[in-house]
């Protein structure tokens, strides 16, 4: 894993802690899921392309 990638992970663990945190406090956005979700993907991708 690069850099970019390992951040891009950090990254999306800490926005998977903070929509959750949100959804037990404030409850369910569906919104912030699916920006999550999409994160994920994104994730995803760069980790199995290998170019980054």
Not at 4 to 17: G, N, R
Not at 18 to 42: E, I
Request: no cysteine; hydrophobic share 65%; aromatic share 12%.
């Amino acid at each position: 894993m690069t850099g970019s990638v390992k951040a891009m992970a950090v990254m999306t663990f800490a926005a998977l802690v903070a929509v959750a945190t949100y959804s037990v406090a404030l409850g369910s956005n569906g919104w912030l899921w699916f920006g999550w979700l999409v994160l994920a993907v994104l994730t995803a991708a760069m980790a199995a392309s290998g170019n980054n």
